[in-house]
């Protein structure tokens, strides 16, 4: 890292750590505005590490975005912060892969609840709708 970029580097950190409220306020305004933002870059960063294909964009995810879970027709949860607590939450999006095993490309992905997108792991929606039916 160059001189400059260092320099730089810790003058953002300094006033970050000054600055939380500001901080704070912009990441609630970012996350109203661009919801899906968040999910593509956990995703992405995830597929990276695992080695999975990742050709969607976030202009893509802003195309598919309606606000509510793909399966159950729920609306998410995009609060940046629930009571001090932060991560995601059983109503928060996901991107979800239709087909696991074609990885993040456009067609395969889907927004779903989180707690659906964990429940479904590697299950076809009809397995998950019928294990879902067994549990009810």
């Known amino acids: 890292m160059s001189a400059t970029k260092a320099k730089r580097a ?8 000054a600055n939380p409220e500001r901080i704070r306020a912009y990441s609630i305004k970012a996350a109203k505005a661009r919801p899906w933002a968040r999910s593509f ?16 964009t976030q202009a893509y995810l802003r195309t598919i975005w309606t606000g ?11 609060r940046v912060r629930l009571k001090g607590k932060t991560g995601p939450r059983p109503f ?17 992905v889907r927004f779903v609840l989180h ?22």
């Not at 810790?10 to 750590?17: D, F, L, P, T, V």
């Not at 707690?115 to 009810?136: H, P, Y």
Request: aromatic share 8%.
């Open 92 to 108: 928060s999006p996901s991107v979800d892969r239709i087909r696991p095993a074609l990885g993040y490309v456009p067609g395969n």
């Open 10 to 17: 810790a003058y953002m950190r300094h006033w970050q750590a």
């Open 41 to 56: 870059s956990e995703r992405r960063n995830g597929a990276r590490r695992r080695g999975i294909e990742f050709s969607i």
């Open 115 to 136: 707690c659906v997108n964990a429940f479904r792991g590697t299950m076809s929606d009809r397995l998950m709708k019928r294990v879902a039916e067994r549990i009810k």
């Open 68 to 78: 509510k879970c793909a399966i159950t027709g729920l609306p998410f949860d995009t």
